[in-house]
Nanobody
Framework: QPKLEESGGGLVQTGGTLTLSCAAS????????VAWYRQAPGTQQQKLVA????????TYADTVQGRFTISRDHSKNTVYLQMNNLQPDDTAVYLC?????????WGKGTQVTVSS
């Protein structure tokens, strides 16, 4: 089973940019559909932010459409989430999820904090 590790989170000012990475090991990450979720402070709900299928088709939540871009590099077993024009409402723990058939794996998350 793949182990997922998120990185790239941090503190940024409103309007700033961050790029998150979700690295998988061992290989065969290309067969998984991968999604980024986020969990806002004080909430237990994880909301879908963006997803990319094994064939490269992407989807985005309305709240991030046009600001966030999800992509993947099969050679590096990594999925990225580029986040532009960040807003305070984007503050959350961002988690990576990989799915294939009935299998689902999660990373531990990376914190993104956007200051106003």
């Amino acid at each position: 089973q793949p182990k997922l590790e998120e990185s790239g989170g941090g503190l940024v000012q409103t309007g700033g940019t961050l790029t998150l990475s979700c690295a998988a090991s061992p290989g065969n990450f290309e067969i998984y559909d991968v999604a980024w979720y986020r969990q806002a402070p004080g909430t237990q709900q994880q909301k879908l932010v963006a997803s990319i299928r094994d064939n490269g088709v992407t989807t985005y939540a309305d709240t991030v459409q046009g600001r966030f871009t999800i992509s993947r590099d099969h050679s590096k077993n990594t999925v990225y989430l580029q986040m532009n024009n960040l807003q305070p409402d984007d503050t959350a723990v961002y988690l990576c999820n990989a799915r294939h058939a009935w299998l689902s794996y999660w990373g531990k998350g990376t914190q993104v904090t956007v200051s106003s």
